[in-house]
């Protein structure tokens, strides 16, 4: 790994990564700027693993790599930049979600569930997803400022809209709470996390039996119909798949709700201009997208062949690679003065939900809640402000993805 | 402008039903369904959008 000249530097002085965004909440790492500046293309080393790999910082760089096939997402091939410590002798016995796999592997498990999240689906959906925000929301007013957002709206709109989509009864709902509050929580101990995902598993792997031999309308009934056309998937591969669009689906929808009504009433001309002009919401929700970049170290590839990138830089066979869409997103030669939040900016192109073969497939039941929640929000509670400063705010500054552990709000 | 797309590619991101929606649906197994295969200049720009943004190429433009 020694392709920059520029990287000429001992292991014990390579940047760490993932950064944090404590020099300012509010923005991606700081750090990227000059990263990409100096080095565009940098050797860093994993915080956990130890593990080094190269850090992209510009957008055409990210786009590239995240589309481009050769760039391997297989969490089981010895180069793959792992965020968290996972010994290398346990990795052919891990149940990788999807998300960690290359075709055909990723291409049968991705086409199980791609047809829950079609555009037509979504509409069908939106009616359920404003009934569940308008709930939280007259029990928001019904209790009287000042509340905790993330337990009264952000975590709640999420989960139980993804217990229903399931097939949950809502009785369970508490699993799918337990599960968001566990791992979103300030307070959460690495024994509570694994116990809240041991839980869910557990409950996943009953309701999709249930599922398999009592079929409803719901989507785990759906893939478990469709299971014996899929000669090389069984049970367990549905359970790892309903996991992943567990995790995928609750925590970060939860975090962009909370994290947006920060930002949304930190700017509050904007805002204003939102709340007369509706049309202008979606919008500002592709730049609410771009400007936080929740997942920016997320979107990890290792190499299968050389590639060349934009600058000229060589990343080898078989070296890891972070194509840090937060980065890509902050990049000043696609999006001029990243740093200003602007619901007029076109957003276009921003990578917040990965690209290539591993683009969210949920994104647009995302987009579509983000419009119901910050649609409804900011109408039916026009007065509502933050009930602390912005910067001392309880930000999860070493999770996995960014978020807030609360967001106490008045009106 | 004459637009095809390759299922086969496709991922379902959904991404062209977002930019350009009445040019293109979802089948539903999720993955692209073309509606219009000649859109007119009204749809011009929507379209070179869902293009550019397909995150796998699966849509291609003759534009001649």
Request: net charge negative; hydrophobic share 40%.
């Amino acid at each position: 790994m020694t392709e920059n000249a520029e990287t000429g530097s001992t292991t014990g002085s390579l940047p760490v990564f993932p950064l944090d965004r404590r020099k300012c909440p509010l923005s991606v790492p700081q750090e990227y700027e000059a990263m990409r500046a100096d080095e565009p293309v940098a050797e860093v080393v994993n915080r956990m693993t130890g593990k080094q790999a190269w850090a992209l910082t510009r957008y055409a760089d990210v786009r590239q790599v995240l589309g481009d096939p050769s760039m391997s997402s297989n969490a089981r091939n010895p180069g793959y930049p792992h965020q968290f410590q996972v010994p290398e002798e346990m990795l052919p016995y891990i149940a990788f979600p999807f998300a960690a796999m290359d075709p055909p592997e990723h291409t049968v498990r991705r086409r199980m569930v791609i047809p829950e999240f079609t555009a037509k689906r979504i509409a069908d959906l939106k009616p359920r997803t404003q009934a569940i925000v308008d709930a939280r929301i007259d029990a928001m007013l019904a209790k009287g400022g000042p509340v905790d957002l993330v337990a009264e709206l952000a975590v709640p709109v999420p989960s139980l809209q993804f217990c229903e989509l399931l097939g949950a009864d809502t009785e369970h709902i508490s699993y799918f709470r337990n599960y968001a509050e566990t791992t979103t929580g300030r307070d959460s101990s690495m024994e509570a996390v694994a116990g809240a995902i041991a839980e869910m598993d557990e409950f996943l792997d009953e309701l999709i039996t249930e599922k398999t031999r009592n079929p409803g309308e719901d989507l785990l009934s759906r893939i478990a119909a469709k299971l014996p056309e899929e000669p090389t998937l069984g049970h367990d591969d549905l359970v790892a798949i309903a996991r992943l669009l567990v995790i995928a689906g609750s925590d970060t929808t939860a975090n962009v709700i909370s994290l947006g009504t920060a930002v949304f009433l930190e700017h509050p001309e904007q805002l204003d201009e939102v709340r007369r002009d509706p049309s202008l919401l979606p919008g500002a929700i592709e730049e609410l997208l771009r400007f936080l970049s929740i997942l920016d170290s997320a979107t990890v590839r290792v190499a299968t062949k050389d590639i060349e990138l934009s600058g000229g830089e060589t990343v080898r066979e078989g070296e890891g690679v972070l194509a840090l869409n937060g980065a890509a997103n902050w990049d000043p030669a696609r999006y001029p003065d990243p740093h200003r939040f602007d619901i007029h900016r076109d957003a276009e192109g921003h990578m917040a939900f990965s690209y290539g073969n591993h683009m969210c497939p949920g994104a647009n039941l995302a987009r579509m809640q983000l419009e119901v929640v910050f649609g409804t929000l900011f109408t039916r509670i026009p007065g509502l402000r933050l009930a602390a400063p912005a910067d001392e705010l309880p930000y999860m500054f070493d999770a996995h993805a960014y978020g807030l552990h609360e967001l106490p709000v008045t009106w | 402008m004459r637009i095809s797309v390759d299922r086969e590619a496709c991922v379902g991101s959904g991404n062209c039903v977002f930019f350009a929606q009445g040019v293109f649906d979802q089948h539903p197994d999720g993955r692209v369904l073309l509606l219009v295969g000649e859109p007119d200049e009204g749809l011009r720009a929507a379209t070179l959008t869902a293009a550019a943004n397909c995150p796998v190429q699966a849509i291609s433009v003759n534009d001649a």
